[in-house]
């Protein structure tokens, strides 16, 4: 079974694009391009709200291309290219918060590999001060809100927004379809290994 792995570009992220990883595997009887189209477009259609909550310096792009993967060995079939490509505005609030400063997401499937849940966790951000509450963790309205974003994703046409344990010395690759997403409540704040 193949595999599609693409970029969400973040700029605007201490100075420097950042990259949020996502994989996709076929739905139903569409194609794996089809699939990748659909869940991107699905972002760029539920921007607008959750974008309220990532810094206003910061842009979110696709650039319409992915690449294709055996999810077992990790071979690339295809560089593809052709999705429809968009670049989103960020819009909150300026504040002291780091541009460090990201929310923790949460990817989970229903499928164990070597007596562990398979899930991935890729970051969200920077995030601005209006996401974060008094009490220092990520607000209600904010987590409902990006959570929301990626529910539009689940419900896709395709439906097929993935976690990709990649393959390794330690065994073979394997792929599975995202159940569901949470936000976890504390932000990360993200360093460079010269700090």
């Not at 319409?64 to 079939?77: A, F, K, L, N, Y």
């Not at 009490?135 to 976690?163: C, E, K, M, N, P």
Request: proline residues 4%; negative net charge; charged residues 15%.
């Amino acid at each position: 079974m193949d595999v599609a792995t693409t970029q969400l570009r973040i700029d605007g992220f201490q100075g420097a694009p950042g990259f949020m990883n996502l994989a996709f595997l076929q739905g139903g009887s569409a194609s794996l391009g089809q699939a990748v189209e659909d869940c991107m477009q699905a972002i760029d259609s539920n921007w607008f709200t959750p974008g309220l909550y990532i810094v206003d310096e910061a842009s979110v792009s696709w650039d319409g291309t992915w690449i294709e993967q055996d999810d077992v060995t990790g071979v690339i079939s295809e560089f593809a290219s052709g999705g429809t490509s968009f670049t989103n505005a960020c819009s909150g609030t300026a504040t002291s918060v780091s541009r460090a400063t990201m929310a923790k997401l949460q990817f989970r499937t229903s499928t164990i590999i070597n007596n562990k849940r398979l899930q991935g966790g890729p970051y969200w951000g920077p995030l601005s001060g209006n996401a974060i509450s008094s009490t220092g963790q990520i607000g209600q309205s904010a987590t409902d809100d990006i959570l929301a974003l990626w529910a539009a994703v689940l419900t896709a046409s395709t439906a097929s927004l993935a976690v990709w344990h990649r393959p390794s010395d330690k065994g073979p690759g394997q792929a599975a379809n995202v159940t569901s997403v949470a936000v976890k409540a504390s932000p990360a704040v993200l360093r460079s290994r010269r700090d």
